[in-house]
Structures are given as structure tokens and as C-alpha cells.
């Protein structure tokens, strides 16, 4: 499996999943056409109709990209209709036979984005029950309708079990969810597993939570990967007072930014109406940002501005500052 290439960026190809075209679904995913030397997916089958359609094959190349989501294809429908029925090189699908320490069929297969070389397939027992991923290294041959592995029963029991996606979730969820100080972050979290990978996204009260969140769920079993982007309020303060003391229009005012999971409250006093209505604009469309609520006060007159005022309002008096209190000076 090439190092560069993380789990979360394969092509994983789900037998039966949908099939989406640039105009709309069309069909379902049937199977894939191998070429045995090269070890390279060359072809996709897609039927068209999910039960008497026939089956056609485009080239790897037509695909964009693949997850338990679905097939997306660079074609159009009228494209796939008339493609050819058959193709040269080794047809897999569901009912292929893997063979090694073992006998199973195979569930899943996972190919290098760009080029197509096989990364992984996921074997239906071969170890009795259970979903297991074996690694190209250790696939020795690709044949019709077969695939055979090559290594130990020692080897076999150690290699990572392969769970369906609601079961990671649901895991993930409850072990977070175990986490007292973490409920209220959950609110602003987006937790989704797919094709065993993690997704942590949205916003959370501090970098460190962060940390700890992706920590806690490290080593889930059949856990392949954690993608996370959680960004946390210290960070997202920190990051946006930046760009209001970097924009021309907002420079040189001290804006005080209070984020709470993602919400931001900006405070203090400006000149005018264009400054207040910039630096919304500004906050609105900065990342991580999912709203804003503007208390800046205009006052023409004043010589001072004011930026440490309470998070709870918008009054423009200076005071000791909140915890996660960030301003652009």
C-alpha cells in the first residue's frame, strides 16, 4: 500500500452501491475488471437498473471517486448506455472466492486513486464471521472470480478486523458521549465514520478538547483512520482577530472576538456603520465561523475605543477579559 495515500483518500469499491453520473444515478456497481500483471483496476461494471438492466463497463478513468457512499463517474448517463458489455481482464465482484488461510468472499475492494493499483481488499469470512482487510502485499495471485492471499493463520488473526460503519459509529458515539466535560461540545461536533475512517468535524470549545476527543477514540477496533478539523474557540479567536487587524477596513480598530463553538460575538466600539458592517462580513465568512452576532457599538465621537468588554453584552467599558477574550491589538 503506497505511504503517501491515507485510507480516507482510496477508492473503495462496495459492490451494489449506487452509481452517480454527472446528470443523475444510474444503476448500481456490479464489478471490476482487473488486469492481472499490472494488478490495476482498468474497468467498472455499472447495471443499469437494479434488476433487469444489463451490465456495461467504463474505464477506471471515467471514475471520480468511490465510498460507501456511491460511485461517482465524469459521464453522463447517455455515456454509460453506450459503453461496451464486456472488457478484457479478470472480473471480480461479491461472489469472488478469497482464498489463503481460509476460505471467504470478497466484500470490498480499495485502489489507488490515480492509478488504480490494488491498495487493500476486505474478505467475508475468512476468519469464521467476521470482515477482515488484507493488504496488497499479501494478495499472491488475482484470477477469475478468485483471489489468493498469502501468509500465516498467525499472520491472519492479527490483521485489522473490518466493522461495518453504524457499528463504529455507534461506538465512537458512546465512548465521547462517556466523556462528562465533553457534552457540551458534542453540540457543536459532527462525528461521522465511512468506509472506517472518522470524521471529526465543526467546532469545539478548545484546542486541547480537540486533542482529547481524537485521543479517547484512537485504537477503536477496525478503526482505520481519524480525520479531524475540529476547530477549537482559543484557535478560531485567535485566527480571526488576526484577519480584523490584517483587513484595511478594519485595521486599526480593537474588536474583541468571543467565540462559542463556532458562534462569535464581536464587541467593542467602531466609528461608524461601515466598520461595524465590515467586520461582520469579515467574521461571516471566515472559517469555522457558523454565525455571528455583531454587539459592536458606533459611536462617531469617541476618541477611545473600546474592546474588553463583558462577553455577555456589548457594553464598550473595559474589563478584565474572559478566559478565551482575543482582540486585534
Known sequence: MSKATRISEMAKIHFGSAVFCSDGEDGILADVVFDSATRRMTHIGVKQGRVFGKTVHLPFESMINATGNGVT??????????????????????KSVVTGPGRGTLKLVAVQPE?????????????????????????????????????????????????????????VEAILFDIASMHVDLKGMSIRVLDS???????????????????????????????????????????????????????????????????????????????????EEIARKFSGVRSVINDLIVDPNEDMLHVMSAPEGGEAEDIVPGRYTRHTQ
Open 115 to 171: 492509478s488504480g493499483e490494488l491498495a487493500y481488499i476486505v474478505a467475508h469470512n475468512l476468519r469464521a464471521g467476521q470482515d477482515t482487510m488484507v493488504q496488497a502485499k499479501y494478495v499472491a495471485e488475482i484470477a477469475k472470480d478468485h483471489i489468493s492471499i498469502s501468509l500465516s493463520t498467525d499472520v491472519l488473526s492479527v490483521l485489522s478486523l473490518y466493522r461495518s460503519d453504524a457499528e463504529l459509529q455507534q461506538e
Open 197 to 279: 475512517v472518522l470524521y471529526l468535524d465543526g467546532n469545539i470549545s478548545s484546542s486541547l478538547r480537540a486533542d482529547i476527543a481524537r485521543d479517547q477514540v484512537y485504537g477503536v477496533p477496525g478503526l482505520l483512520e481519524i480525520k479531524s478539523t475540529l476547530i477549537g474557540d482559543d484557535q478560531l479567536a485567535a485566527d480571526l482577530a488576526q484577519a480584523l487587524g490584517q483587513d484595511p477596513r478594519t485595521r486599526d480598530l480593537p474588536i474583541g472576538v468571543y467565540p462559542r463553538l463556532g458562534v462569535v460575538r464581536l464587541s467593542g466600539a467602531v466609528h461608524n456603520a461601515q466598520q461595524k458592517a465590515a467586520a
Open 73 to 94: 463517474l465524469k459521464v453522463k448517463r447517455a455515456e454509460v448506455a453506450e459503453a461496451p458489455s464486456s472488457v478484457e481482464g479478470i472480473l471480480l465482484d461479491n
